[in-house]
Nanobody, 122 residues
Framework: QVQLVESGGGLVQAGGSLRLACVDS????????LGWFRQAPGKQRGLVAV???????MNADSVKGRFTISRDNAKNTVYLQMNSLKPEDTAVYYC????????????????WGQGTQVTVSS
């Protein structure tokens, strides 16, 4: 059973950086595709970035050049490095795991974390 727990959220000023981490406290997720999503108040949850089991990544246009997704299978952890943060990045960030990059990318993930709040002040 995959159990995802996010950490690293918080309050940061515009232009600052945060690194989110998501740990699988259940069994290893080395074979899963992993993703980060976010949901701002009053908006639908949307894709931020995904990474498949061999390290191929894809980012949403809104975060290209600023956010980087990576994974450390030895630590059962997926990261989201967020640089040059903007107030519009404020949201609850969720990690997700699924059987393929395409599935996770579409939001059809098998497992979801509880989310971590990121707030960017102007």
């Amino acid at each position: 059973q995959v159990q995802l727990v996010e950490s690293g959220g918080g309050l940061v000023q515009a232009g600052g950086s945060l690194r989110l981490a998501c740990v699988d406290s259940g069994r290893t997720f080395s074979g899963y595709a992993l993703g980060w999503f976010r949901q701002a108040p009053g908006k639908q949850r949307g894709l931020v970035a995904v990474i498949d089991s061999i390290g191929i990544t894809m980012n949403a246009d809104s975060v290209k050049g600023r956010f980087t997704i990576s994974r450390d299978n030895a630590k059962n952890t997926v990261y989201l490095q967020m640089n040059s943060l903007k107030p519009e990045d404020t949201a609850v960030y969720y990690c997700a795991a699924g059987g393929s990059l395409a599935a996770v990318r579409s939001g059809d993930a098998n497992y979801w974390g509880q989310g971590t709040q990121v707030t960017v002040s102007s």
